[in-house]
């Protein structure tokens, strides 16, 4: 790949640069109103996580699968739509129409008929996805580089929050309770997001360079520093492009099929996937459907509230280790507990061994995998180019989803042998794809990022085979 210009990294370098003096007192002040949004998703997503039936009252195993289709599908919708909303009408914008959008979702949960409860679903598919685009979308822009790798930990910490504010609130018992709660936390998400700057970023690329420079106060506290913040800005924009024009754009296929990959393995071995099987099969195989169901919402309380925990001590280990170090970690954390599960089918009677390695399976993919493809996303791009690359990594994170931790799991369950294989053949591939090309983003200034990248795609390249000159005789 020599001589391939990487025009992502140039002016990624001046916004690392104009962002190095915002305040970090301002930058957590933002990021946990915007995450709201991520809260309120959370809570939308956690519905049908539940397993509940919103017409019968009941929990359906089945109404579930068919809840997770549907919404998963609407929310690749959202992170599209609401993508291009935040490249050409604003990030703020973005988040209040997605704020406004989940309003009336638990509304018509309530009411509790086939046509409400199919709006809410198209609804809370389309907010929920437009928020995993537009929130890590405005974190990356308003954080430095010494905090974007936890502000964005954060962003997921809350919403794994919401999934498990619906847990607790057990909509199966009380509906009315929980969908209040649900519905108070994106009211207060509007009310107090709307006093939030605009990214400096958007502000500057649709010429309103007034409030871009109050937006640049805000965040950097500083009145001295906003002419030498806004110049670099501007200097950052000089090759913003339409949104479909940056798909096109040829320098950008190398860094979106890293995170990609990245993030289309994470979910392939996410822990939902563990769930389904090893809780439902495992654990309750001789129980009734009833508590086959009662076991699949015990795995999700525990997978969520373990997720929460692991991602907060893990934010700091990653700014700190780098990103890298922590994907091995968790992917060999992974592959650990995976091994024993091959021996699943003979435990018959002593499943309850299997409980350590479920706890550790999800430790271990919520301390790097969760969440590091996101953060990707915002290292190894421009501020111009991110609209696209937090597009993809959404679309890519709700339709793996929707597919691989239920209809993947589903083709290989009556070949339980090969269940440990599966997660253990998956790990191997994602230790084999993080060596060979994940660039360390910690501490690397774009030229090191290029050339690390260069580096590593460089021993996949055919080489030119030598041939013997004609001997004169």
């Excluded at 390695?357 to 991110?386: M, N, Q, R, V």
Aim: hydrophobic share 50%; with cysteine.
């Amino acid at each position: 790949m020599s001589g391939t210009r990487y025009t992502i990294f140039r002016s990624d370098s001046i916004e690392r640069e104009a962002t190095l003096k915002f305040s970090k007192h301002r930058q957590y002040q933002a990021v946990l109103i915007a995450s709201l949004a991520g809260t309120a998703a959370g809570t939308l997503d956690g519905w049908m996580m539940m397993s509940v039936d919103a017409t019968t009252g009941r929990t359906e195993y089945g109404s579930m699968v068919v809840y997770h289709f549907i919404s998963y599908m609407f929310a690749i919708v959202g992170a599209i739509t609401f993508g291009f909303i935040s490249d050409h009408i604003g990030r703020k914008a973005a988040l209040i129409l997605i704020g406004l959008v989940m309003l009336p979702v638990w509304v018509l949960y309530m009411l509790a008929n086939a046509w409400t409860v199919a709006a809410g679903l198209v609804l809370s598919g389309l907010a929920a996805g437009g928020a995993t685009v537009a929130v890590p979308l405005y974190i990356s822009d308003i954080a430095d580089k010494s905090s974007r790798a936890i502000l964005i930990v954060l962003f997921y910490q809350l919403f794994i929050a919401g999934e498990l504010v619906t847990f607790f609130g057990n909509p199966k018992e009380r509906l009315a309770s929980t969908a209040s709660f649900a519905f108070l936390i994106a009211l207060i998400f509007v009310l107090t997001f709307v006093w939030m700057p605009e990214s400096p970023y958007h502000l500057l690329s649709v010429g309103r360079e007034v409030d871009a420079r109050r937006s640049v106060e805000f965040f950097s506290g500083d009145w001295d520093l906003v002419d030498t913040q806004i110049a670099l800005i501007k200097e950052s924009n000089k090759n913003r492009k339409s949104m479909l024009a940056h798909i096109k754009d040829k320098s950008l296929r190398t860094p979106l099929l890293i995170t990609a990959g990245l993030t289309i393995l994470s979910r392939l071995v996410a822990v939902d996937s563990f769930n389904y099987r090893l809780i439902k099969r495992h654990f309750y195989h001789h129980n009734t459907v009833h508590g086959d169901n009662e076991a699949i919402k015990f795995g999700f309380g525990v997978n969520l509230a373990l997720q929460l925990i692991v991602m907060g001590i893990c934010g700091f280990l990653i700014e700190k280790y780098g990103r890298r170090k922590m994907l091995y970690i968790s992917s060999f954390g992974i592959s650990i507990s995976a091994v024993p599960l091959m021996f699943a089918p003979f435990l018959s009677g002593f499943e309850i061994i299997l409980l350590p390695l479920l706890f550790l399976y999800i430790g271990a993919f919520s301390a790097g995998l969760a969440t590091i493809p996101w953060i990707l996303a915002g290292d190894l791009f421009a501020p111009e180019h991110k609209t696209v690359s937090f597009t993809v990594n959404a679309v890519l994170f709700w339709g793996i989803a929707s597919f691989a931790s239920e209809r993947l799991i589903l083709a290989i369950r009556y070949f339980y042998n090969f269940f440990g294989v599966y997660f253990l053949l998956l790990t191997i591939a994602l230790v084999l794809y993080i060596k060979s090309v994940i660039p360390e983003t910690k501490d690397s200034n774009p030229s090191e990022i290029r050339t690390e990248i260069d580096s590593l795609i460089s021993r996949f390249r055919t080489k030119p085979t030598a041939t013997t000159p004609p001997v004169s005789c």
